[in-house]
Nanobody, 127 residues
Framework: VQLQACGGGLVQTGGSLRLSCAASGRTSSSYIMGWFRQAPGLEREFVATISWSGGSTYYADSALGRFTISRDNAKKMVFLQMNSLKPEDTAVYYC?????????????????????WGRGTQVTVSS
């Protein structure tokens, strides 16, 4: 599975961005999808995750109430709508996919749980 994230950019505090992630390759399997971010000098951190059906989502505290993760399986796309952006949201954002097996947890929040990663997209929020 290949993942390609886009939609990043420069925005002022309080602004919005919508990140997109396109999946290609072996996409016939079911995948949990996640968004992570990494600021300079810091570890990659969890932002949001969504189950393969889209019915379950989970957010980091920093994203709750401001960000919304969604997916369109027919188009093999995952999105992250980011509103009320803050300077501390500045980071490279990555989408990731985790193989899901029937009976397993529906979402995943750890970097180590994911099987595939895309190249990141830079988000910069100016104060």
């Amino acid at each position: 599975v290949q993942l390609q994230a886009c939609g990043g950019g420069l925005v002022q505090t309080g602004g919005s961005l919508r990140l997109s992630c396109a999946a290609s390759g072996r996409t016939s399997s079911s995948y949990i999808m996640g968004w992570f971010r990494q600021a300079p000098g810091l570890e990659r951190e969890f932002v949001a995750t969504i189950s393969w059906s889209g019915g379950s989502t989970y957010y980091a505290d920093s994203a709750l109430g401001r960000f919304t993760i969604s997916r369109d399986n027919a188009k093999k796309m995952v999105f992250l709508q980011m509103n009320s952006l803050k300077p501390e949201d500045t980071a490279v954002y990555y989408c990731a996919a985790k193989n899901w097996i029937l009976g397993a947890r529906l979402t995943a929040t750890s970097v180590h749980e994911y099987d595939y990663w895309g190249r990141g997209t830079q988000v910069t929020v100016s104060s």
